[in-house]
């Protein structure tokens, strides 16, 4: 049985003990700005509140997962980031329901940190990753320093981080960042059928195992989080971090000033 529920920006449905959570911002390639991020928190908590959801499924409609942060919105002091919940109400906080990323188009900045703060990612084969935040004036405080030189060689993580460049899914999946590879229009197909594979074992050892790994990574990864705050606080109330979305809505060049 198939229930579905819209909220402003993020649609949820079941299917099967497996909870899909849709963002779904076409006009702003689902960019997320503070009501997505507070709708994405409530889902968050239904999939945790409810015994019966067994794994989640993350996405993004009309082809793309998320373009990140709502530059637009930002400018105008509208923020995406939920105090103690980070980014989307999802990246500094642990999921106890295993949750999988989806991802069709593009993931870029904050949208390749919520794939981050997920247990798996299955991408389309077309699908782009990419922490751009750099060119914006801002830097990937929601993870993408902290989580993504775990997942693939340091000095890769290293080179997109400062380069803000793209990273195609098929050399994200060679890196080992991706787990599944789909064709385009495949990815949620492929994390459903992960979804439920993983769903169909037995709670209490499914629980038991992610708490396991995450008292490795997960609260090592929240420290981290929390202690990059004195380099990133500065930058995020900086000119330059203004100065980057105003440019962005204003389709022309930054002028940096390094403060």
Not at 93 to 121: H, K, S, W
Not at 220 to 237: E, G, H, S
Not at 251 to 257: A, D, G, V
Request: charged fraction near 25%.
């Amino acid at each position: 049985m198939t229930e579905a529920t819209d909220t402003p920006a993020v649609r949820t449905e079941e299917r099967d003990g497996v909870f899909v959570i849709t963002i779904d911002r076409p006009q702003a390639r689902n960019a997320v700005d503070g009501a997505t991020a507070r709708a994405l928190a409530a889902a968050v908590d239904e999939l945790e509140a409810r015994d019966d959801l067994l794994a989640g499924v993350l996405t993004g409609a009309n082809g793309v997962f998320s373009a990140g942060m709502d530059l637009k919105a930002f400018a105008r002091g509208d923020t995406p980031v939920i105090e103690g919940r980070g980014f989307g109400g999802i990246t500094h906080i642990e999921i106890r329901t295993p949750l999988i990323a989806a991802v069709e188009g593009y993931a870029l900045g904050g949208g390749t940190e919520m794939a981050l703060a997920c247990d798996m990612i299955v991408a389309a084969r077309n699908a782009t990753f990419g922490q751009t935040e750099v060119h914006y004036g801002i830097v990937p405080a929601e993870g993408g320093m902290v989580r993504l030189p775990e997942r693939i060689p340091r000095n890769i993580a290293l080179e997109l981080l400062l380069t803000g460049d793209p990273l195609p899914a098929e050399r994200a999946e060679r890196l080992g960042l991706v787990n599944h590879l789909t064709e385009p229009g495949q990815a949620l197909t492929r994390a459903l059928e992960l979804a439920h594979h993983v769903a169909q074992n037995a709670p209490l050892a499914v629980t038991a195992v992610k708490r396991v790994i995450n008292e490795r990574t997960a609260f090592r990864d929240t420290d981290a989080l929390r202690d990059q705050d004195r380099f990133v606080t500065p930058v995020l109330a900086s000119h330059d971090a203004q100065e980057g979305a105003r440019a962005f809505a204003e389709k022309r060049p930054p002028h940096w000033q390094g403060r």
